[in-house]
């Protein structure tokens, strides 16, 4: 894909250009992509490089076991604008693409389907995930909770939501749909995913990586500042019309 900062013919005005997301930190700036592989295995990643080209290169790495590819773009500030960077990000994520972005330059993670890797990469140099661009209904502006416990607490009212586990920034817990409809290979019985969000910019990234994962089905609800994954489409469905949510669904293939 051609960088719409790099085009040369009938360049498009400041006005015109897609800002750099509110998310993505300015720092740390790169003058080459060597510099971000130098980041890269400072941060823990090893990346052997394994092909050069104007601005950037691509190097493989070994992350979890499976060998990722990254090709790293660097469009150094003294030429580009911090605009014409966003629009650069733009462009990969209209095509479907999760990008890796911080400073003056980012990184599209491959195989591009597995969110995971992309998130290994972003922590190891300081960096945000970007997800595709991936169009999503018209999200209720509530209801909204204070806490994730809060959130539970009206799904068990619904469909249930009992052995509670909660993690930094999530909770598990079974629906009474789980003993019917195992979730995965776990085992565990949890088959409900929680999260709140601190804006909805912050909601729709999530949801948008949920979709951009090409290895399982979700069944997402969503509404306010919160967002709950769900094993089984039809308690999905009824969570959605007892909690006033909206339903995103997606099937690995189809977006």
Known sequence: MLLTACDAFD?????????????????????????VVTALRQGGVDCAVLRRRAGGLDCKARIDGAWVENEIQVLDPEEFSRNEVGD?????????????????????????GTPAYSEEIAKAVDAVVLPPLYHLPSIPKTPRYESVDALADALDESVGCTRRQESPGELLCSTKAAEAHPCGASGDGRDAGLRLHA??????????????????PHHLVTAGNWTIQF??????????????????EHTPGKR
């Open 88 to 112: 650069s990000i733009a462009s990969w994520r209209t095509s479907g693409n999760t990008v890796v972005a911080a400073g003056n330059w980012f990184i599209r993670v491959l195989p591009n």
């Open 11 to 35: 360049a498009p005005s400041s006005e015109q250009l897609t800002p750099v997301p509110d998310n993505v930190p300015d720092t740390p700036e790169y003058r080459t992509a060597d510099d």
């Open 199 to 216: 804006s909805a910019a912050a909601r729709d990234d999530h949801l948008r990586l949920l979709l951009s994962d090409d290895h399982a």
């Open 231 to 248: 094993c089984d489409p039809a308690t999905g469905q009824e969570a959605a019309r007892r909690l006033g949510g909206v339903v995103v």
